[in-house]
């Protein structure tokens, strides 16, 4: 919750409690109505069902998964760039030292 939010959640219930409103009536309200707004949310996106638990289970798997993957591509990526590079500072080093030379 925003500190928007809360703030003007905080002035309607001390208002409330002016007029007469009992606070634990006013935070009972509170309460379901946010238990309202998540649930019809939770609908909106498709995860009011039982099944919705494992789904997003399963999905964060997948996403670790993916990002794990990501990962160990970049690192493989960058180990064959570093052994291209120092094959080819081998070379040039076998070139400048005469090895061609050495080998005929």
């Given at each position: ?17 002016s ?42 798997e ?19 760039i ?23």
């Amino acid at each position: 919750m925003s500190a928007g939010t809360g703030a003007v959640l905080a002035q309607l219930m001390a208002q409330g409690a002016s007029e007469g409103a009992d606070l634990t009536t006013l935070r009972a309200v509170a309460e379901e109505a946010g238990e309202l707004a998540a649930a019809r949310a939770l609908a909106r996106l498709g995860l009011d069902d039982p099944a919705a638990a494992k789904d997003m289970a399963e999905l964060r798997e997948l996403l670790a998964a993916w990002r794990d993957a990501k990962k160990s591509l970049w690192k493989a990526v960058l180990g064959w760039i570093v052994r291209i590079g120092l094959a080819l500072v081998l070379t040039g080093l076998a070139a400048k030292l005469g090895f061609w030379a050495w080998v005929k």
